[in-house]
């Protein structure tokens, strides 16, 4: 099986310009979770998605939103963005929500904001 | 609310030395599960291993093993006979089962082992 793709890797925003990543995740898989990931605050919790539903946000402005396809493909959008969203945005996807299912996690998109 | 501590930052060791890396974590919650995820320079998290809050029995792969007391709240990671390949940041994690898939981690800590 193929594992979770994320695009694009790499992305250079300007401030108040906006962003959309993208996270494919592995066949059958339908949840799906998004973090980001910064040195001063490590890896954080940004949002999960079930059967196109969001059931779990993490602490981040309302800027930082997401969706989720009938396919389970996921995006997230950071709009005005600023400096401080430059990090490592990881995806992760498994088979179902909460159990004792593990996550598995994308390459990541490394957003810089200049 | 739930947290996740990792009290070493930086570890440093030469090849073939063991190496344990500690977790500590804090929930009020009765089900959880506890992982441990290894970030190589390549940034992907890879998933090593889940535990479940009424599992308390300790398991070795390979190299690897892990003991967890829940006595203590300690989730912790050892390393025998370390290789270079093993320097990577690696990541302790705690999930709640009432917070669906939400992993709350600690800061991590990197691991250089030298040759």
């Known amino acids: 099986k193929a594992g979770v793709t994320q695009t694009p890797r790499y992305l250079i925003k300007t401030r108040g310009q906006q962003v959309t990543l993208s996270c494919s995740p592995i066949s059958g898989h339908r949840s799906v979770s998004w973090y980001q990931q910064t040195p001063g605050q490590g890896l954080q919790f940004l949002f999960e998605y079930f059967s196109e539903t969001q059931r779990n946000k993490g602490n981040f402005p309302g800027r930082f939103s997401g969706r989720q396809f009938s396919n389970s493909r996921s995006e997230m959008n950071v709009s005005t963005l600023e400096l401080g969203d430059s990090a490592l945005y990881l995806c992760?996807?498994?088979?179902?929500?909460?159990?004792?299912?593990?996550?598995?996690f994308g390459p990541g998109t490394r957003l810089t904001v200049t | 609310a739930q947290k996740v501590t990792q009290a070493q930052t930086e570890i440093s060791v030469v090849e073939k030395e063991d190496v344990t890396l500690d977790c500590v974590y804090e929930?009020?919650?009765?089900?959880?599960?506890l992982f441990w995820y290894k970030q190589p320079p390549s940034g992907e998290l890879v998933f090593l291993i889940r535990?479940?809050?009424?599992?308390?029995q300790n398991e070795i792969s390979g190299r690897y093993s892990w003991n967890f007391q829940k006595s203590t709240s300690s989730f912790n990671f050892t390393i025998t006979a370390s290789q270079v390949v093993d320097s990577a940041v690696y990541f302790c994690a705690l999930r709640l089962l009432s917070a669906g898939n939400m992993l709350t981690f600690g800061g991590g800590t990197r691991l250089m082992v030298k040759p």
């Open positions: 535990r479940n809050s009424f599992d308390e």
């Open positions: 992760a996807s498994s088979p179902e929500a909460g159990e004792s299912y593990e996550q598995y």
């Open positions: 929930t009020r919650d009765t089900t959880y599960y």
